[in-house]
């Protein structure tokens, strides 16, 4: 991304004006045109996911591709802000008005980001789950000649997929005993016991929920976004600013990673969190929260809490069409028919690897923001523990 580009360039000003001894109006002078350009990468590098979001070629909104790049504008600002925040500043600055209550409440919010991102990480396995369904069915209709096993095998892992999807908050059991059948199984799997069952089902879920039973991501959400106020008066070209600005960058893409992908509770998801649009940096981050807001309560109305991913939403249109040709499906086959089958096996298999390609390197770019942000809540306190030392031994 073009500002992205300029990051090393911004990033090495602000180290050189740490070791410049300069006046003090000369400093605050620097410190407000690091501020500016902090503002205009953020409102370019969003401008451009915002523009990356109408893409009909597969790679739009909430898509793997572009949460991923969602991921790298937060890694990228997340450096900016820390830059600005830290270098060249009195470490005792940072324990004076209006720093001293503003950076902690941000590492509360960053705290509560971490338990998304683990949530998050480990909610992509059932996404993986959706992935698997999808290609047993593809799988079985690409075979030519089609018969009504290969029919029958399809339709089977579609109608778990749909099941899936469908499932509503806190009732995962159900499908993860669905979803292992289609796994490996004993020799005697008809007649193993009710236990043994349970027991495959319980490290099933283990795999995708790994966090404790009253844990909500709404709630968490919500935390997140309270007491997210833009300064005011002076404190609008403070150092107060760029903390809100990360804040709300911080709770814009956590938000967006828990409506892409099915974490554990989401009933009572925010569809609004307050950005002043009164502020230039933050338009197209208002932008992009109002089309996901709507494709939330669309997709809720139709009760599918699987998640806004787009290769998911795909998965689910393509498999719908499927069921109906399989529960259709009279032998021999109507050669139109399977034409048209054929297009949308083909699309299904497309969007499989996609998500072969992109769900690990999605998952694992969740776990280098979670990494992140524990480094950097670490050096900001390791450098107010280093302000207050300095404080006393002057007193």
Known sequence: MPATDNQGSFLNRISIRRNQVVSMD????????DLELFQKHVADRFADLLSQSEDTLGDGLLSISWLRKLLDVFLCCEAEYKAILLLGRDPSQIS????DKLVPEFHDRVVKALDVCNAVSHAVETVRNYQKLAEIAVAALEQRPIGDGQVRRAKKALNSLMILLEEKEGSNHKWTERAWSFGRRSTNATTSSGKDRATSASQFRSLSWSMSRGWSAAKQIQAMSSNLVAPRGGESSSPALPVYIMSTITVFVMWALVAAIPCQERNGLLTHFPVSKQLGWAQSIIALQEKIAEE????????????????TQRIERLGLSLIEFADSFQFPPDADRLDEVAVHVAELGETCKKMEKGLVPLQQQIREVFHRIVRSRTEVLDLLDQGGKVTASTM
Do not use: D, T, Y
């Not at 004076?96 to 720093?99: E, G, H, R, S, T």
């Not at 939330?296 to 290769?311: D, F, Q, V, Y």
């Open 26 to 33: 000369g400093n605050h002078e620097q410190e407000l045109e």
């Open 96 to 99: 004076k008005p209006p720093l």
């Open 296 to 311: 939330w309560k669309k997709k809720k109305e139709k009760n599918r809490l699987a998640g806004l991913l787009e290769e």
